[in-house]
């Protein structure tokens, strides 16, 4: 059973830093692009950035600037840095990879979300 799992939300001042982690576990074959999504109050879900394994990185531009994303290959994990906050990054985040398990193909997962709250 592959889960991610991610962690790091809270509540942070505007211009304030939060870094958000998150860990793929179960029987893992391989990565392929990771990826930070996030889903504020009646708005749509919106892709932040995403890292292929090969490091290849892409940011929204909205946070261009100020995100910042890496991934550890071997421990399977990805990370969202995140400097000068503002109120407008107040969502729920996401973390979602492509991966394949042993034995079987690429499938998309989805962590539970973790929340990030900006105060103005």
């Known amino acids: 059973q592959v889960q991610l799992v991610e962690s790091g939300g809270g509540l942070v001042q505007a211009v304030g830093s939060l870094r958000l982690s998150c860990a793929a576990s179960?029987?893992?074959?391989?990565?392929?692009?990771m990826a930070w999504s996030r889903q504020a109050p009646g708005k749509q879900r919106e892709l932040v950035a995403f890292?292929?394994?090969?490091?290849?990185?892409n940011f929204a531009d909205s946070v261009k600037g100020r995100f910042t994303i890496s991934r550890d290959n071997a421990k399977n994990t990805v990370d969202l840095q995140m400097n000068s906050l503002k109120p407008e990054d107040t969502a729920l985040y996401y973390c979602?990879?492509?991966?394949?398990?042993?034995?079987?193909?690429?499938?998309?997962?989805w962590g539970q979300g973790t929340q990030v709250t900006v105060s103005s």
């Open positions: 179960g029987s893992i074959f391989s990565i392929n692009p």
């Open positions: 890292i292929t394994s090969g490091g290849r990185r």
């Open positions: 979602n990879a492509e991966i394949r398990g042993y034995g079987k193909g690429y499938y998309d997962y």
